[in-house]
């Protein structure tokens, strides 16, 4: 069983910075995958970032270039740095971890980021 626990989400100013963590426990299978998805109120849940078992990214057009997703296995950390903080990125943001052979996935239970002036 994999859990995952989020940090780093806060209160930012427009054009700010700020870097989320995940941090993974437990059996943690090598071939896998991870991502960042995001929800605002009243909206659907929305994938952010993803990263593959081979390293490859991928980004949601709207955090395209502003922000970058990474990982380091040795401490079992998924990183999410954000960058240009706009009012529309503000959203619970949470760690995703899908096992690629059974599909299984398992959910950190988010951290709240708010981007205002």
């Known amino acids: 069983q994999v859990q995952l626990v989020e940090s780093g989400g806060g209160l930012v100013q427009p054009g700010g910075s700020l870097r989320l963590s995940c941090l993974v426990s437990g059996t943690i299978f090598n071939v896998h995958s991870m991502a960042w998805y995001r929800q605002a109120p009243g909206n659907q849940r929305e994938l952010v970032a993803g990263?593959?078992?081979?390293?490859?990214?991928n980004y949601a057009d709207s955090v395209k270039d502003r922000f970058i997703i990474s990982r380091d296995n040795a401490k079992n950390t998924l990183y999410l740095q954000m960058n240009s903080l706009k009012p529309e990125d503000t959203a619970v943001y949470y760690c995703?971890?899908?096992?690629?052979?059974?599909?299984?996935?398992?959910w950190g239970r988010g951290t709240q980021v708010t981007v205002s002036s």
């Open positions: 995703n971890y899908r096992n690629v052979v059974t599909k299984l996935r398992s």
């Open positions: 990263i593959g078992n081979d390293g490859r990214t």
